[in-house]
């Protein structure tokens, strides 16, 4: 049984950053499709990015060239790197795993994912 485990969620200022992580078991990250979703309150589940099976990372434009996914595959681990945090960043942040292809969605709002992990709040106030 595959298991995600989130962490690296807390409060910061605006312009602060702060980095998650998503620690799994259960599987083999390395090759895997990987993705951040974030949940902002009273909002839909929206796509932050993907990291694809050999490590080609794609954004949603509205994080884009301020958030950084990567991964350790010997730690079996996904990180979400956040700079210049934004009020409008504040949200549960949830990392998922793609396992049934080799490729990730072309659209990075796709939840055609089969792995979620439980979420990490992220509140940035101004």
């Known amino acids: 049984q595959a298991q995600f485990v989130a962490s690296g969620g807390g409060s910061v200022q605006a312009g602060g950053s702060l980095r998650l992580s998503c620690a799994t078991s259960?599987?083999?990250?390395?090759?895997?499709?990987m993705g951040w979703f974030r949940q902002g309150p009273g909002k839909e589940r929206e796509g932050v990015g993907t990291i694809n099976s050999v490590d080609r990372t794609i954004y949603a434009d509205s994080v884009k060239g301020r958030f950084t996914i990567s991964r350790d595959n010997a730690k079996n681990t996904l990180y979400l790197e956040m700079n210049s945090l934004k009020p409008e960043d504040t949200a549960v942040y949830f990392c998922?795993?793609?396992?049934?292809?080799?490729?990730?969605?072309?659209?990075?709002?796709?939840?055609?994912?089969?792995?979620w992990g439980q979420g990490t709040q992220i509140t940035v106030s101004s």
């Open positions: 259960g599987i083999n990250i390395r090759g895997v499709c």
């Open positions: 998922a795993a793609q396992t049934f292809r080799t490729y990730c969605p072309t659209s990075v709002q796709s939840t055609t994912y089969n792995y």
